[in-house]
C-alpha cells in the first residue's frame, strides 16, 4: 500500500501578511478520440456467452463525464470466420453480445466501425492454471502487522505462460493489478500475492487470475510500472480465461 506524504511548509514574513494568487492552467484542445474497452473473458464454470465491449470518447481534463460513443458497428470473428455481433444496449455506448463462442486458443479479432473509421485488433484466448489454495499471514510488511494474502497455482510445464492477478477488496475503490511470467518458476508452484495494512476482520478479497498473451503482458507491464499496481480495467482488447476466488479476512489479534 503506498503512502502520499504531504511536506507542510510554513512562511512568516516581516509584516505577517499573505497572498493567494489563482493560475489558470491553459491546457491544449484536441478533437476526441474513440477510446475502446474490450476484454473477452471467459471465467472457469461458466459458458463465457455473454461479452461486453464499452466504446467511448476522450473529453476535456476537467470535465466528470465521460461521453459514450453510440450507433457504431461492433463485432468479433474467431479463426473459422464466424462473426458474433455486439448491439448497443440504450444509447449508453456499452455493446452486449449473448450468444459468444469462446474456445481456448483460438484467434479472435475485433472489428469496430465509427464515423466512417474502422478500427481492428487480434488476439488469442489462452487458458490459466487453476488457484489450488489461499494462504493469509498476518503479520506480513515492514511493521509486521499488515496482512497477507497468496493465491497459490501449478504453472504448466511445457508452455511459456503470461499471467495478469487481480485483487479487488471491500474496503477499496481501485483495484491491484500485477502482471507475472513463468520465465524463472516454469512448472513449479507459485503463487500471486497482496499486502495490505487497512484490512480489518470481516473485509473481502476478490482474486482473479487471468492467462494472457505475450503481447498483452508486455501492454500491461508497462502500465502498470508507469501508473502503479493500483490502476483501473485494462483498456485493451485482451481475450482471456480467468479463475476466480473469493476470500474472507480473519485478523487474529
Known amino acids: 500500500m503506498r503512502k502520499l506524504v504531504f511536506l507542510i511548509v510554513f512562511f512568516t514574513s516581516l509584516f505577517f501578511t499573505s497572498c493567494e494568487e489563482v493560475v489558470d492552467v491553459d491546457l491544449d484542445t484536441a478533437p476526441p478520440k474513440l477510446v475502446i474497452e474490450a476484454a473477452i473473458t471467459w471465467e472457469k464454470g461458466t459458458s463465457g456467452k455473454q461479452q461486453v465491449i464499452r466504446l467511448t470518447s476522450t473529453t476535456g481534463y476537467f470535465e466528470d463525464v465521460i461521453p459514450a460513443v453510440s450507433n457504431a458497428v461492433v463485432y468479433v470473428t474467431n479463426s473459422k470466420n464466424q462473426k458474433f455481433n455486439f448491439i448497443e444496449f440504450n444509447n449508453t455506448g456499452h455493446y452486449i453480445c449473448p450468444n459468444f463462442r469462446p474456445e481456448i486458443n483460438d484467434e479472435y479479432t475485433l472489428t469496430v466501425i465509427d464515423k466512417g473509421n474502422t478500427y481492428t485488433a487480434s488476439e488469442v484466448l489462452k487458458s490459466v492454471a487453476p488457484i489450488t489454495r489461499i494462504e493469509q499471514k498476518n503479520n506480513s510488511g515492514f511493521t509486521g502487522e499488515d496482512i497477507e494474502i497468496k493465491a497459490y497455482f501449478t504453472d504448466p510445464a511445457d508452455e511459456d505462460n503470461f499471467y495478469l492477478f487481480k485483487y479487488v477488496y ?24 497482496a499486502i495490505d495494512e487497512d484490512l480489518k476482520a470481516g473485509d473481502e478479497v476478490e482474486v482473479t487470475h487471468y492467462g494472457i498473451s505475450k503481447q498483452y503482458y508486455n501492454y500491461m507491464n508497462i502500465l502498470v510500472s508507469i501508473a502503479g499496481s493500483n490502476v483501473g480495467g485494462p483498456v485493451s482488447i485482451a481475450a482471456s480465461h480467468r479463475k476466480r476466488k473469493h476470500h474472507q479476512y480473519n485478523r487474529q489479534k
Do not use: P
Open 170 to 193: 471491500s474496503n477499496k475503490v481501485t483495484s491491484n493489478y500485477y502482471v507475472s511470467e513463468d520465465k524463472f518458476y516454469q512448472g513449479n508452484e507459485i503463487f500471486s500475492s
